[in-house]
């Protein structure tokens, strides 16, 4: 399975919102209910912030909100904030006749 | 609160098996799947794999030639093993807890570098 396709970059001032695109096929994003969506900030490890395309764990702001339309996810942000500037990664199950776990390749979110 | 560490070599060789261990702490291994995720300096991440807590595997389809997970539920470790590496394979190995269906990876360790280098 190749990545899932993500803009290298998007931007927003504070207070702003903004929308995270994750392009896959049938065969993972528009197959399945499982896209998950993962900040990265600077050294550390990924997070996540999204699940089953739309679900937020616990301790998770409620700014942050996810959604499926045919091959393509997206991650909103609204009511940007500064500490919101990271790299944001999505994920699907892209099972077929084996499971498999594909990443996009991730989206630079600068705050303005 | 659940935490994970990866430990292991920092250096391997050309050619020769990379081998990590992750340790879980703050709560039980099981009934979990257990994942693998790498990350090139400056790239995306890669999902290697995961192994379920009775043994179980799914393994990245491009890595499983050379991919062996292992879980040892009595000291709430689970392990990996990546054969034949080459300079491609130097990364951050990170370690994370798999608690849905799929890719819903909740906790993560802080990660590892691994160096391929002679």
């Known amino acids: 399975q190749s990545a899932l396709t993500q803009p290298r970059s998007v931007s927003g001032s504070p207070g702003q919102s903004v929308t995270i695109s994750c392009t896959g096929t049938?065969?993972?994003?528009?197959?399945?209910?499982?896209v998950s969506w993962y900040q990265q900030h600077p050294g550390k490890a990924p997070k996540l912030i999204m699940y089953?395309?739309?679900k937020r764990p616990s301790g998770v702001p409620d700014r942050f909100s996810g959604s499926k339309s045919g091959n393509t996810a997206s991650l909103t942000i609204s009511g940007l904030q500064a500490e919101d500037e990271a790299d944001y990664y999505c994920?699907?199950?892209?099972?077929?006749?084996?499971?498999?776990?594909?990443f996009g390749g991730g989206a630079k979110l600068t705050v303005l | 609160q659940v935490q994970l560490q990866e430990s292991g070599p920092g250096l391997v060789k050309p050619s020769e098996t990379l081998s990590l261990t992750c340790t879980v702490s703050?709560?039980?291994?099981?009934?979990?799947?257990w994942s693998w995720i790498r990350q090139p300096a400056g790239k995306g991440l890669e999902w290697i794999g995961r192994i379920y807590t009775s043994g179980s595997t799914n393994y990245n389809p491009s890595l499983k030639s050379r991919v062996t997970m292992s879980v040892d539920t009595s000291n709430n470790q689970f392990s990996l093993k990546l054969s034949s590496v080459t300079a491609a394979d130097t990364a951050v190995y990170y370690c994370a807890r798999d608690r849905g269906a799929a890719n819903t990876l909740d906790y993560w360790g802080q990660g590892t570098l691994v160096t391929v280098s002679s």
């Open positions: 703050g709560g039980s291994i099981s009934p979990y799947y």
């Open positions: 089953d395309v739309s």
């Open positions: 049938s065969s993972d994003v528009g197959g399945y209910k499982y």
């Open positions: 994920c699907s199950y892209a099972g077929n006749y084996t499971f498999e776990v594909v």
